[in-house]
């Protein structure tokens, strides 16, 4: 069992800073990619970042060059540092993990709201 823990959400005014953070739990198989994505209020879940275990990364084009995705292998954590924040990034966010193993499973924490003032 997978289990995926969020922290570091909260409320920032716009052009403010966060850091959020995911721990990953259990039977964790390499290789795997994880990432973060993020749903506001009545739109779609969409990807935001995600970085693979070798350490490639890959980002949404509405957050390059404001956030910045990391993980530490050793403790199965990963983390999204967002930068110049702005009303549109508000949303919740949601750590995945991608398991490439087995065919692929992905797992989901139940995720972390993020709120920005104007």
């Known amino acids: 069992q997978v289990q995926l823990v969020e922290s570091g959400g909260g409320l920032v005014q716009s052009g403010g800073s966060l850091r959020l953070s995911c721990v990953a739990s259990?039977?964790?198989?390499?290789?795997?990619?994880m990432g973060w994505f993020r749903q506001a209020t009545g739109k779609e879940r969409e990807l935001v970042a995600v970085?693979?275990?070798?350490?490639?990364?890959n980002y949404a084009n509405s957050v390059k060059g404001r956030f910045t995705i990391s993980r530490d292998n050793a403790k199965n954590t990963v983390y999204l540092q967002m930068n110049s924040l702005n009303p549109e990034d508000a949303a919740v966010y949601y750590c995945?993990?991608?398991?490439?193993?087995?065919?692929?499973?992905?797992?989901w924490g139940k995720g972390t709201l993020v709120t920005v003032s104007s």
């Open positions: 995945n993990l991608y398991v490439i193993r087995s065919g692929g499973m992905n797992y």
């Open positions: 259990g039977s964790i198989f390499n290789p795997n990619t």
């Open positions: 970085i693979n275990s070798g350490g490639s990364t």
